[in-house]
């Protein structure tokens, strides 16, 4: 079947422009999770949904990142007032079971660039 | 704060070479490590994934073994092929406190296979 989808692939924007990322998850997974990348780095946790709940967005960098999921499938991670500092590949992750245990499959991530 | 350490950063073998990848981790309190690897504009896939009751977990050509009271995992790939050049990242899993779906990711290995 389908794995995780994520849009745009690519995204280029300027510093001060708002950016919505999309993430598509496995169809009926239930938990979904957004990982931030920079270059030369390893994946690092942004925020955590079971089903439409967000249990943990303790890994937001500050106040101008959002994220939700209002119907418990799609998710949107909305960067406001982008800096040059938000440039990194942005992963989304779902995995199947309603425990925090469920294996986590990847997307592809959406590259970000603010200039 | 868990903290995953991968060993050599960057490694460049002739193609048919055997090959030992390392990932260090502080906290030894862990549900499982994985392996995955890395293609440019493609996703995060999960090679092998080490529950920590277990020691090692075997598919093709790679073998991974865990020592969690060491906190150190290894990632074997026999006979390299030019296909196998990616990057390599491991992650753990914490075992307790209410964030153990969050993955700590080393920054990887950058492997490239000559043919």
């Known amino acids: ?24 998850p496995i169809s009926g997974h239930v938990s979904l999770y957004w990982y931030r990348q ?29 994220a939700e999921r209002p119907e418990g499938s799609i998710s949107t991670l909305t ?37 | 704060k868990q903290e995953v350490t991968q060993i050599p950063a960057a490694l460049s073998v002739p193609e048919g070479e055997n090959l030992v990848l390392n990932c260090s981790f502080t906290d030894s309190a862990i549900y499982n490590l994985q392996w995955f690897r890395q293609d440019p504009g493609k996703g995060l ?11 090692e977990q075997t598919s093709g ?26 990057t390599y990242l491991c992650a753990v899993r914490p075992n307790s406190g209410g964030s153990n779906y969050k993955l700590t990711f080393g920054k990887g290995t950058l492997l490239t296979v000559n043919p």
């Open chain 1, 38 to 66: 920079a270059l030369g780095q390893g994946p690092e946790f942004l925020t955590y949904f079971n089903y439409e709940a967000q249990q943990d967005k303790s890994g937001l960098p500050n106040d101008r990142f959002s």
């Open chain 2, 45 to 55: 896939t999960s090679l092998l994934l080490i529950q920590s009751s277990q020691r």
């Open chain 1, 79 to 115: 960067i406001q007032r982008t800096e040059q500092r938000d440039s990194a590949m942005y992963r989304c992750a779902s995995s199947s079971t309603g425990t925090s245990r469920g294996e986590q499959y990847f997307g592809p991530g959406t590259r970000l660039t603010v200039t």
């Open chain 1, 1 to 24: 079947g389908a794995g995780v989808s994520q849009s745009p692939r690519y995204k280029v924007t300027k510093r001060g422009q708002d950016v919505a990322l999309r993430c598509d």
């Open chain 2, 61 to 86: 050509r790679l073998n991974a073994s865990l020592d969690k009271s060491s906190g150190r995992s290894t990632l074997y790939i026999a006979a390299s092929q030019p296909g196998d050049s990616a």
